[in-house]
């Protein structure tokens, strides 16, 4: 390989799909890797409608295709077309990474919850999950990972609040103790006592209204987490940070959740740098 040559004929190959697929990042992020790391191989994307997705899926292996991230629509299906599930999968009933073996078998995991908790653990080196009750704002897909990791990580209570009560609810009943629903209207309350808070609403992206809550009751040394990455920094954030609380933006979960699928695909576990970081940013300020 030199220097213009980005890949070879020998090149790993490995994408994303979704439908659509063009506001993935995704592609920025691994050939962002591969470029630093050297690695012949290539990160493409996929527009795979989800009538097709199972057999996209089934045919990975005799593309000689190493395996892809997926993105809406297509986690659910993905999901549904595995021969095996790791356990975080299992949990999320979606699955946003496969790996295809050597012996052309799909393995499926989803690594949202591991992206929250590394992303967490980058920002704030001393946090732990045991130091208190968190709460979270949210029942979509995302909330359902964040629950998941925290409950794994050990964290002794988890508040959750949403809009529509009833996805609370069953967020609630199906993951058990510690996880306990709390009213959208009561969310501000809910603080009390609280060591994490995260937003795992749309609230805040751009576009959207801000997040309405009140953070008075929230302890000075609780993390106050968004997932929300357009803007970096969300309203929720800036009155965190304006109390003095600890503010982690939702960009550290983007680019950690897709160090599992590089380090499966092409041998090398990837590092979340400065580099990387300014790299998405360019792209996302378009
Ligand atoms: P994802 O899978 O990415 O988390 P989602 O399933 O669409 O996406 O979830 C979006 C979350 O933002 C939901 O918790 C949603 O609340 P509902 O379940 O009541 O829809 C929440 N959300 C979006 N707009 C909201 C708003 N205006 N007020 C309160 N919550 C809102």
Redesign the pocket.
């Known amino acids: 390989m030199t220097a213009k040559d980005p890949f070879t004929g020998a090149a790993v190959v490995a994408g994303v799909c979704g439908w659509p697929v063009r506001h993935s990042r995704s592609p920025r992020i691994h050939n962002y890797w591969l470029r630093r790391y050297g690695i012949d191989g290539v990160y493409v994307p996929f527009a795979i409608d989800p009538a097709n997705a199972v057999e996209a899926f089934r045919s990975l292996s005799k593309l000689g295709i190493r395996g892809l991230n997926v993105t809406v629509p297509n986690k659910e299906h993905a999901f549904r077309a595995m021969d095996a599930l790791d356990p975080s999968a299992e949990r999320m009933k979606a699955v946003n990474t496969i790996v295809v073996r050597e012996d052309g078998s799909l393995h499926g995991s989803n690594t949202d919850a591991y992206g929250f908790l590394e992303s967490l653990r980058e920002s704030r080196p001393g946090w732990r999950a045991e130091t208190g009750p968190a709460v979270i704002l949210?029942?979509?897909?995302?909330?359902r990972a964040i629950v998941s990791g925290l409950q794994d990580a050990g964290a002794p209570e988890i508040r959750i609040a949403?809009?529509?009560a009833a996805?609370a609810d069953e967020i609630a009943a199906e993951f058990g103790v510690p996880v306990k629903p709390v009213s959208w209207d009561e969310r501000a309350d809910a603080l009390e006592g609280a060591a994490l808070v995260v937003n795992?609403?749309?609230?805040g992206m751009e576009g959207?209204?801000a997040l309405d809550l009140a953070l008075d009751a929230l302890p000075k040394d609780a993390v106050v987490y968004d997932i929300v990455y357009v803007p970096l920094e969300t309203p929720l954030l800036a009155s965190a940070r304006a109390r003095g609380n600890a503010a982690v933006d939702g960009l550290g979960m983007l680019l950690h959740q897709a160090r599992p699928g590089f380090r499966a695909w092409f041998g090398t576990d990837p590092e979340v740098d400065a580099g990387l970081r300014a790299h998405v940013l360019a792209d996302l300020g378009k």
């Open positions: 949210g029942a979509g897909g995302a909330a949403n809009r529509t996805r795992a609403t749309s609230l959207k209204p």
